[in-house]
T-cell receptor
Framework: AQKITQTQPGMFVQEKEAVTLDCTYDTSDPSYGLFWYKQPSSGEMIFLIYQGSYDQQNATEGRYSLNFQKARKSANLVISASQLGDSAMYFCATAGGTSYGKLTFGQGTILTVHP | DGGITQSPKYLFRKEGQNVTLSCEQNLNHDAMYWYRQDPGQGLRLIYY???????QKGDIAEGYSVSREKKESFPLTVTSAQKNPTAFYLC??????????FGAGTRLSVL
């Protein structure tokens, strides 16, 4: 079984600054993936970034990077140079190697970017 | 343009009625999924399908049914047995069990 914990219900950041959204996970699978999704007020889930449990390097996608610390079971999302359009709900999720893509989501963090 | 289309965007259900939510994808993905999202919550898996004519229950399948007769289509029926159907429903697809891409969702309310 997998579990995702996002302890920050809401976060605020000034435009152009960096922000870190926390995510810790628990899984019994030896191989797993970690995902971050963005959900704007429209409701659609937008894939941002993926990290495999055996990847040696932290994943990066443009302004998004995933700070993966396997021993601490954390997979924090770092957004650099925040933009007003980054204001949204952000979800961390995991899928184990034996669970065929069945994503387990956290409760989410609402990010508000101030001008 | 490739993507996942969910319809309708808004749906209302009367007491005792079954309603069907549509999900179509033209990404040639083999796997498809249905999730439910309650206000302020994360997503929970209802059903998923790895290949045509095969599907498995997720964590909250009671009161729901699905079919997978075509690779492109994975409709979800919310039956009258689902006593609390008001939620936001999201469909997703993936190649194998990897990164899932989502549709725009259907908001279901009870009249």
């Amino acid at each position: 079984a997998q579990k995702i914990t996002q302890t920050q219900p809401g976060m605020f950041v000034q435009e152009k600054e960096a922000v870190t959204l926390d995510c810790t996970y628990d899984t019994s699978d030896p191989s797993y993936g970690l995902f971050w999704y963005k959900q704007p007020s429209s409701g659609e889930m937008i894939f941002l970034i993926y990290q495999g449990s055996y990847d040696q390097q932290n994943a990066t996608e443009g302004r998004y990077s995933l700070n993966f610390q396997k021993a601490r079971k954390s997979a924090n999302l770092v957004i650099s140079a925040s933009q007003l359009g980054d204001s949204a709900m952000y979800f961390c999720a995991t899928a184990g190697g034996t669970s065929y893509g069945k994503l387990t989501f956290g409760q989410g963090t609402i990010l508000t970017v101030h001008p | 343009d490739g993507g996942i289309t969910q319809s309708p965007k808004y749906l209302f259900r009367k007491e005792g009625q079954n309603v069907t939510l549509s999900c179509e994808q033209n990404l040639n993905h083999d796997a498809m999924y249905w999730y439910r999202q309650d206000p302020g919550q994360g997503l929970r898996l209802i059903y998923y399908s790895q290949i045509v004519n095969d599907f498995q229950k997720g964590d909250i399948a009671e009161g729901y049914s699905v079919s997978r007769e075509k690779k492109e289509s994975f409709p979800l029926t919310v039956t009258s047995a689902q006593k609390n159907p008001t939620a936001f429903y999201l469909c997703a697809s993936s190649i194998g069990g990897h990164i899932q891409y989502f549709g725009a969702g259907t908001r279901l309310s009870v009249l």
